[in-house]
């Protein structure tokens, strides 16, 4: 199969050959011809499967048929969860459609408004958008909705997780209903499944994932630490397997800060990236990374979805997430179109309970290692599959929850009596959890 195949013309061609794209991959196989045909589609994309080209490659096809960059008028819009995918999506379609005449601009919150107006007036043929910054330049007439052809949600389930629904059923009830629509989400969850019951009528629905990609090719361990001794064990590994890259995932913005301070007193380089920092400095860091000239980013969940980084070898959980999903999309920045990668998670006894969510979700036990120097105190107990904590949502799918794991040597030391015992509802945070929903705005009237 190739490119040329999928109905696609020269201009767009030449620009994947450029990038080196030889063969589509299965989803893009999939679903560029019925997107070209016009169909509705939602379609269960693995992260790094290449959904980016899938409605992109469609969108520009079509557009380049128009009269293109009418005044404040769109003519297609893609919602995404984070300013950074806003960005990334927005620059992929840029290097997509080198060779047509069509524009496309990123608008996202926390910087100025102006520029964005500006580019709008000037003429935008499609705008990659976070809800909030959407909603208002909406209600400030700064952008029009009635030429839309085509609607692209983006990491459907993220942004409900996010908590953008309204915001999300708001917009799409401005939208021409004469439209096309196409929903991406790594899981269609009954959440996403409803939203797209309601907002995308007649949907061929996709799920490449399961049928043919098969799993990431990523190795995953953990190490079993004190949480007190879990940056000296970081310095530790960095030094001893001469890391020369990794993506460290942490929970809250505080604990980013103290971490990066904490590695250098070690000797060690890093950078951070939360909601809580200036949206040019998270685009300047998040740059460096990609070019390899910061090699340690320590990034709360904002960096978990859609974030392309060529070759990243290693994504370290500095602790685990909540819920279980935020763990697939974390390692799932390693690993990417094809390539092999690893991700390492340092658990204390305080990730126990998202570790046993966590495995549940990946229905076998994480490969667990000990480091010589830092055996834990507090031993942390191995989850047992069906196990579910107190007050932790059920499983919002019909998987065999008493599965065997994979690794029996683990498993050999599991204990339900230690899992019964647990008491708290919650996952324990010592400081907030950076929820990264950061585009959001106050409520403010609709549609006036
Ligand atoms: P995405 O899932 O859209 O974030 O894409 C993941 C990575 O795969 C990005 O680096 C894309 O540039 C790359 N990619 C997407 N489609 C192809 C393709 N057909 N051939 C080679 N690389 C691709």
Not at 178 to 187: E, G, I, K, V, Y
Request: with cysteine.
């Amino acid at each position: 199969m190739s490119f040329s195949n999928l109905g696609l013309s020269d201009p767009i061609l030449t620009s994947l050959a450029e990038l080196g794209y030889s063969a589509p991959t299965p989803i893009q196989a999939e679903a560029i011809p019925l997107a070209l045909k016009g169909k509705n589609l939602i379609a269960a994309a693995q992260t790094g499967s290449g959904k980016t080209a899938t409605f992109a490659l469609p969108m520009l096809e079509m557009l380049a048929r128009g009269e293109t960059q009418r005044k404040k008028r769109i003519r297609a819009l893609i919602l995404t969860p984070t300013r950074e995918l806003a960005v990334q999506v927005c620059n992929s379609i840029e290097a997509y459609g080198k060779y047509l005449n069509l524009k496309a601009l990123a608008v996202y919150g926390g910087v100025d408004y102006e520029p964005q107006k500006q580019a709008l007036i000037e003429g935008i043929d499609i705008v990659v958008a976070t809800p909030g910054r959407l909603r208002d330049l909406y209600t400030q007439r700064s952008i029009h909705f009635d030429e839309i052809e085509m609607l692209v949600l983006d990491e459907a389930d993220r942004m409900l997780d996010m908590g953008f629904i309204e915001d999300i059923t708001k917009i799409i009830d401005t939208l021409p209903v004469d439209r096309q629509n196409l929903l991406f989400s790594a899981t269609l969850s009954r959440q996403v499944r409803e939203l797209a019951k309601e907002t995308i009528p007649n949907a061929i629905q996709l799920s490449v994932t399961k049928k043919s990609e098969g799993k990431p090719n990523i190795d995953q361990w953990l190490v079993t630490v004190d949480k007190d001794k879990k940056s000296a064990l970081l310095s530790h590994l960095i030094k001893e397997n001469s890391w020369q890259q990794a993506l460290i995932f942490i929970e809250t913005k505080h604990g980013a800060a103290k971490l990066v301070t904490q590695l250098e007193k070690r000797g060690i380089q890093a950078e951070c990236i939360h909601s809580g920092r200036a949206q040019a400095i998270r685009e300047q860091i998040l740059a460096d990374f990609k070019s390899g000239k910061i090699q340690f980013l320590i990034s709360t969940g904002i960096s978990a979805r859609g974030i392309d980084i060529d070759e990243l070898p290693l994504v370290i959980n500095y602790d685990l997430p909540y819920p279980a999903d935020e763990y697939v999309h974390r390692i799932g920045r390693t690993g990417r179109a094809g390539a092999a990668g690893e991700a390492i998670s340092l658990v204390s006894k305080d990730d126990f309970k998202n570790l046993c969510m966590i495995e549940r979700r990946l229905d076998h036990l994480i490969e667990r290692k000990v480091v010589a120097g830092f055996e834990p105190r507090k031993e942390v107990p191995v989850s047992v599959l069906n196990f579910v904590p107190k007050n932790m949502p059920a499983r919002d799918d019909s998987k065999d929850s008493r599965a065997k794991p994979k690794d029996k040597r683990v498993a050999s030391k599991s204990s339900a009596s230690t899992h019964g015992s647990s008491r708290s509802s919650t996952p324990k945070q010592t400081d907030k959890k950076d929820s990264s929903a950061d585009n959001k705005l106050p409520f403010n009237p609709w549609g006036r």
